[in-house]
């Protein structure tokens, strides 16, 4: 339903660093002038270890190096051992009585940004919440507020009476508890919390029968919000970055589009440190934060941008910009609220993706279907020209797509999960930057709407939301299903990776680039007078 936003107050999220530790939970002002290389992380390296069975963890010093492993034993006595690899495992423990474990799930959905949004409108209501991400993004009512099966269940039913209809509770009869195990010397160490500190040298972690992986800093092992396990590495913001730009930006990259790049990825790591605060970690090492290798994969020109960007952030109006990338933009960004809920950030624009004009948005806009058709159709002087997901045309049956249509229905508990058929889909609304803001499908049980990210999270063909449909019909003249036929490779908000690659090519400095993607935005160094968020009080 359509909720009337009240506008509160705001606080800026400022951060207040020591040398060794970064709060979760951001709300002080420092003192002291912070620099970036004070900053330090705390990255969800391996996020749900133990959810499939017989998962190993195996961690090992390099280079003659040896581990100091510290924990509580039983007794709530802390043990410091030492050992050069050891292998964690996750047994299920059983338990002398059941235990039930319930939660109320407000919302779900595809993005963080979308559940922030959707968050603060619960609060707005006076309801206590987290952000959380078991598989995909989800609000729950706060465990530690309504602890008891009758706080849940009291909110519940008052919520159903309001209208609230998709709000739902989920429980499961635990037998069994997960617990990670690991041996030393012979003897058997069960502890929830396991800190991991190496002497000097990066440690190894491999998961299973996985690649393994290289981390600077300290990692540790600790309990997360859905019966399993994370390990979180703890490193420094420009040894983070090590792992991070050469992945994102890619080895190919000229110089100044991986500046640009290595600016907007310390930017959006400050920016982002609250999407995993349920969790008790920072950020993820995936697509849904940004990919991090450890000191795996490493490039010497990614180290030269590091260096000679030490420190510098993104901002708008003294508050770090929501530093949002894709791959590919099809040849025109998108506003943030092409995507997402939430409120616009005026540095996110739609911007034809290129150094020439090739098109005038304030006078054609992409909103119309014919305009919009007109513009997929040309595919020269742009800056992503060439690349492989700037233009595409992807084809699915109605069995598949229903398939899909029904996986994505099922993960959201929706009514018409149970469909078997979709009947047709049309394009309904389209933002000024051509972006699909609702769908309408037509199934067998009924229709439905998707808006704007739904579309990627509901339909496996669209590389991105900037696409559309053209029905395909056998010689009956029966529809038997649809062309996706779009641009682009993601959400197409902010800068183009690909992008970035022509204009540095063109001569482009980094300052130049960031400020054709994130137009009225300021590059300046780290320092204690920046807001990292504004949130709602």
């Known amino acids: 339903m359509e909720i009337t936003k009240t506008h509160h107050p705001v606080r800026g999220k400022r951060l207040c660093i020591s040398l060794f530790f970064l709060p979760i939970l951001l709300g002080g002002v420092c003192t002291s002038p ?17 959810k499939e069975e017989k998962e190993k963890l195996v961690i090992a010093a390099t ?53 922030e949004d959707s968050a603060n409108k619960w609060k707005e209501r006076g309801i206590k919440v987290e952000v959380t991400q078991p598989e995909q993004w989800q609000v729950w009512a706060k465990r530690d507020v309504y602890e008891t099966p009758l706080l849940r269940r009291w909110l519940l039913e008052n919520l159903k009476t309001k209208g609230f209809r998709d709000v739902h509770l989920e429980l499961e009869i ?10 030393v010397a012979g003897k058997i160490y069960s502890p929830d919390y396991l800190e991991i500190i190496p002497g000097k040298n990066p440690v190894q972690v491999s998961l299973s029968q996985g690649k393994a992986r290289y981390y600077g800093g300290s990692l540790r092992l600790q309990p997360n919000a859905y019966g399993t396990y994370t390990l ?47 969790d008790n970690y920072q950020l993820c090492a995936t697509i849904h934060c940004q990919v991090y290798y450890g000191l795996s994969g490493t490039s010497p020109k990614a180290d030269q941008a590091i260096a000679a960007t030490k420190g510098l952030v993104l901002t708008y109006e003294n508050e770090l910009v929501d530093a949002l990338y894709s791959s590919t933009t099809g040849g025109v960004t998108a506003k943030f609220s092409d995507v997402w809920n939430g ?24 909103a119309k279907e014919q305009n919009f058709r007109d513009f997929i159709s040309l595919e020269n002087g742009f800056n992503e020209t060439g690349r492989n997901v700037f233009r595409w045309n992807r084809q699915a049956t109605l069995e598949s797509l229903s398939q899909d249509l029904k996986k994505y229905l099922e993960k959201r508990k929706h009514p018409l999960a149970d469909l078997k058929m979709i009947q047709w889909m049309e ?12 769908m309408k499908v037509e199934t067998d049980k009924g229709s439905l709407e998707l808006h704007k990210n739904e579309v990627r999270s509901a339909f496996h063909p669209p590389r991105s939301t900037l696409f559309y449909l053209k029905p395909i019909y056998n010689n009956q003249k029966q529809l038997r299903g649809f062309a996706f036929v779009g641009g682009g490779f993601g959400h197409g908000v902010g800068m183009s990776q690909y992008g970035s ?3 540095a090519k063109l001569g482009w400095n980094a300052e130049k680039i960031l400020s ?7 590059i300046e160094p780290l320092n204690e007078s920046i807001v990292f968020w504004r949130s709602q009080e």
Do not use: C, M
């Open 34 to 50: 912070v620099t970036a290389t004070d900053v330090e992380l705390d990255v969800g390296v391996v996020q749900r270890f133990g």
């Open 63 to 115: 280079s003659e190096d040896i581990l100091t492993l510290k924990f509580n034993d039983d007794d709530s006595q802390q043990q410091i051992i030492q050992t050069n690899q050891f292998t964690i495992e996750v047994v299920k423990q059983p338990l002398s009585t059941p235990v039930l474990r319930e939660k109320v799930i407000l919302s779900n959905h595809a993005t963080f940004e979308t559940a």
């Open 174 to 183: 635990l037998a069994a508890t997960p617990r990670a195990t690991f041996t």
């Open 232 to 278: 979180v590495n703890n490193i420094p913001l420009e040894t983070y970055l090590r792992g991070v730009v050469p992945h994102e930006i890619g080895s190919s990259a000229p110089l100044n589009a991986t500046k640009a790049q290595t600016i907007i990825a310390r930017t959006y790591a400050l920016r982002n440190v609250r999407r995993f605060q349920a």
């Open 343 to 366: 409120e616009e950030r005026p540095y996110l624009k739609a911007v034809i993706d290129s150094p020439k004009k090739l098109w005038d948005l304030s006078k054609i806009s992409l």
């Open 427 to 438: 394009v309904i609304e389209r933002s000024e930057s051509g972006r699909i803001l609702t």
């Open 501 to 503: 690659y022509n204009l």
């Open 516 to 522: 054709f993607y994130y137009p009225g935005a300021t």
